[in-house]
């Protein structure tokens, strides 16, 4: 059976144009539990508290992108609920949607559909690092 060679690139014709995606992705940041955490804890506390959950969700990053690469899908689904948990507590709602999607692709086995979630939740990550360490450096 010969294949229809139509459907394929004629090496006489130029290539097509390559498409580049550039993604941006906007942060949803809850305020309202931002300046409740700073009500109740102070500035000082408050921002003790926001570093060292950046810290565990840069670290938790670096976990679950290994995990995936080992293919150990059980695992991404388990560090995506904590980044999830850790997303929430300082107001990083779009984060921890993100991290929900992984876990749920995770889950239903979709390799390819957990590759784009967890690309995305890099992208919002690295988003909100860049952002709230800008807005620290920025603040009086």
């Not at 992984?102 to 784009?116: D, N």
């Amino acid at each position: 059976m010969q294949r229809d060679r139509r459907r394929y690139h004629d090496p006489a014709m130029p290539p097509p144009p390559v498409t580049r995606l550039s993604p941006v992705e906007s942060l949803r940041i809850d305020n309202d539990l931002v300046e409740g955490l700073y009500a109740d804890l102070g500035r000082e506390a408050a921002d003790l508290v926001v570093c060292r959950a950046l810290e565990d969700l840069a670290n938790r990053m670096n976990r679950i992108e290994a995990e995936h690469r080992a293919c150990a899908f059980d695992l991404v689904q388990k560090e995506a609920r904590r980044i999830m948990a850790v997303a929430q507590q300082i107001g990083l709602t779009e984060i921890a949607n993100a991290a929900s999607a992984v876990r749920h692709c995770a889950q239903a086995g979709q390799t390819i559909a957990t590759v784009a979630t967890l690309a995305r939740l890099r992208r919002l990550n690295d988003r909100a690092m860049t952002e709230i360490w800008a807005g620290r450096d920025a603040a009086p």
